[in-house]
């Protein structure tokens, strides 16, 4: 996931001779400053500061849009009105980071309720400024006039004003209103369901017998209390239990458990969520909420949606009928040995542990022998030395660095060529108590320029929860947590080398359903002969993998393609019916499409979509966006980098500058079209699922 924070179009920071611009001026100037150069972030601030931080920019940027919004109509030039605006873009869009970043990453919780407080009020502010009928004016003003703006600027002019006309300014004042209290009790109630899922504490205990068929290694890392194993929801708990333990009675209780986390208070949120969603799509005239939303994406509608999930639905159904009768085939002779009756269905406890089966059995890839070849280490240095040739950058690790957690590291970027500086990013990889649960890329502080025309820095984050080393035995990575990592950090690139004007589109800041595509494409690595030899190297004996078990891991990909594509399908699918009514009963919906699409029904009393942080953290009605963008994933890798080579410079220079550099100044067709030479195809995605 792509953390869309920055806030939208935001506006401060025209001095004004004021009491009040003094005293904001003052106090940031009090805020204690970062010692790194070029960056403007410091992760020091205490609670209070972060409050007081938060109420700052609001008031300063306040009041810059009073003085913009106050610009007579006759009066409106690029100098009194974009510019302001494009200057708070990236000033608001940096220092927010400081209030909202650490409700994700502290370990004080004083400071992550302080951070999830400030991140409350400065969302209101959002709102409160999208909903700025003055400044709308204004800016529509100055579109009117029709000035010939350089391409960046006459963008961004076309973004702001189609914006505001989908935030519905040009609307009555009374359903203005109504827009304005929709959205600030969405975006409270979207911030509560996330801050409930992290704050989610549920412990389990299981005897060792209860968790046989989990390794050694893996036992040895948990706590245990009166002669239990402790084990929390935490994917590094909750995945290898689920992969490997051979009790179905312990993986049903941990996945009853998982799936029915926060179910009293999320599912409720959820459901008036979708209501509040398209009573703000009634009022602005849209169908439904996935129109409105889809409007703006390389989709279009939600007619193209459906037709691409279900053409592909089909296309899968023979091959995912294949897997789930291996799977029952599997599990029937495993009852047999075990003496227990078989019920003839996968359930929803069944599921992951027999795709894991099957990848040992049909495939002979055993993942927890292989995450012997995988320490964490090694992947960072490869992963960074690969990502640094193919993309023609420098990284260089900063010792001593100012972090928030000593887990962290910090690395400053340079063009490799021209040594010209490009920004930071910071790794924070392992997991701890209060930290988001996830892997996820943050971008803290835009690249782009500033109103004088002086580069920004770029600064990012990536934050994953791989397990943590032990005394006697490193961080060991299962071979689909380094495939996140290549993904990840493949966003973490794509903020570094944007090279854009305005804030509102650097880095990540494309469309939504093309962002996933870059940082697909980077996936492609992991599954290939040359760069898994450099990637793996045995934490005991020093080997890299053979090449016997190589060729088993990339047979492998297409284990259990067809239900694995099925479930994105069926979240996909859920999203967008969600999303085109106004009244919902999730959990049942989600049991009805979980049986029709994937064939797997979910275990009687959970509800997974109250876990689903997607539906309330900016991907509303664009799941979808990762199987669309797969499509162009495939197509560059296969028709270039597999044609020209993977570690090509000059293939990867043109990645650079046609597809990362633009941020979000290109349409994504015309980026794949630049890159490509021509439209973009589905053969090659289709052929990676064993089509």
Request: charged share 25%; hydrophobic share 35%; proline share 4%.
């Amino acid at each position: 996931g792509i953390n869309a924070e920055y806030g939208t179009f935001d506006t401060h920071n025209i001095t004004r001779k004021s009491s009040l611009q003094s005293s904001c001026n003052q106090f940031l100037m009090s805020v204690p400053t970062t010692s790194l150069p070029h960056s403007r972030l410091n992760w020091k601030l205490s609670a209070k500061e972060i409050e007081n931080l938060a109420d700052v920019l609001i008031a300063k940027s306040k009041a810059l849009i009073d003085q913009v919004a106050s610009v007579p109509l006759d009066k409106v030039s690029y100098e009194n009105v974009m510019k302001p605006l494009a200057q708070d873009a990236v000033d608001y869009g940096t220092l927010r980071s400081m209030c909202d970043f650490p409700q994700h990453v502290s370990s004080d919780k004083e400071i992550r309720e302080a951070s999830t407080e400030a991140d409350k009020k400065l969302s209101n502010f959002d709102v409160e400024k999208s909903m700025r009928v003055d400044l709308y004016r204004v800016v529509q003003a100055y579109h009117d006039k029709g000035e010939k703006l350089e391409p960046e600027a006459d963008r961004l002019l076309k973004k702001v004003v189609r914006d505001f006309k989908r935030n519905g300014l040009h609307l009555s004042e009374e359903k203005r209103n109504e827009i304005k209290q929709l959205k600030e009790r969405m975006s409270q109630i979207e911030i509560q369901f996330n801050q409930n899922l992290n704050e989610e504490k549920t412990e389990l205990l299981f005897t060792k017998e209860e968790l046989s068929g989990l390794a050694e290694d893996f036992l040895s890392g948990l706590e245990q209390t009166e002669g239990k194993y402790k084990l929390t929801l935490k994917y590094p708990h909750y995945f290898p239990l689920m992969k490997k333990c051979s009790v179905p009675e312990t993986r049903k209780k941990m996945e009853i458990a998982f799936n029915s986390r926060c179910i009293t208070e999320n599912t409720k949120i959820l459901e008036e969520l979708v209501e509040l969603r398209q009573k703000h799509a009634d009022i602005l005239g849209y169908p439904t909420h996935a129109a409105y939303i889809t409007e703006v994406r390389m989709a279009k509608n939600p007619e193209n949606i459906k037709k691409f999930l279900s053409e592909l639905s089909d296309k899968l159904q023979p091959l995912a009928k294949r897997e789930l009768d291996v799977f029952l085939r599997l599990k029937k002779e495993e009852d047999e040995k075990a003496g227990r009756t078989f019920d003839g269905a996968i359930n929803a406890w069944d599921f992951r542990y027999y795709s894991s089966m099957v990848e040992e059995k049909e495939y002979g890839v055993d993942h927890n022998q292989l995450k012997d070849y995988f320490p964490m280490e090694h992947v960072t240095i490869n992963l960074l030395e690969m990502y640094q040739t193919l993309l023609g950058l420098k990284f260089e690790k900063i010792p001593d660095a100012e972090v928030w957690h000593p887990d962290v590291e910090l690395f400053k970027v340079t063009d490799s060529q021209s040594g010209q500086f490009m920004g930071y990013f910071y790794l924070d990889l392992f997991p701890r108590e209060g930290k988001y649960g996830h892997a996820a890329c943050f971008g803290l502080q835009p690249g782009c320029q500033n109103t004088d025309g002086a580069q920004q820095a770029c600064v990012a984050a990536m934050v994953a929860n791989f397990t943590k080393p032990l005394p006697d035995k490193p961080s060991l990575l299962l071979h689909d947590e380094v495939e996140t990592y290549f993904h990840e950090f493949g966003h973490v690139m794509h903020q570094i080398c944007g090279r854009t004007k305005f804030a509102e589109f650097s880095g990540t800041r494309v469309e939504r359903d093309f962002v996933e595509a870059p940082s697909q494409m980077l996936e492609n690595w992991v599954w290939d002969r040359k760069s898994l030899i450099k990637l793996s190297n045995h934490y005991v004996n020093h080997v890299p993998l053979s090449d016997d078990i190589i060729e088993k891991l990339i047979k492998s990909r297409l284990a259990n393609a067809g239900l694995f594509n099925k479930r994105q399908i069926l979240l996909a699918t859920f999203d967008q019916l969600i999303h085109s009514t106004n009244k919902v009963d999730t959990a049942g919906l989600y049991a009805q499409l979980a049986k029709e699409i994937l064939g797997v029904p979910a275990s009687p009393g959970t509800n997974m979509p109250a876990n689903f942080g997607h539906l309330a953290g900016g991907y509303d009605a664009q799941y979808y966006g990762y199987l669309w963008s797969e499509v162009f994933c495939m197509d560059m890798f296969v028709s270039r980098f597999e044609k020209e080579g993977i570690f090509n410079p000059k293939v990867g220079a043109d990645y650079r500058s046609f597809i990362l550099a633009p941020g979000g100044t290109v349409d994504g067709s015309d980026m794949l079209r630049n890159f490509l030479g021509r439209d973009p195809q589905q053969e090659a995605f289709l052929k990676s699922k064993g089509l």
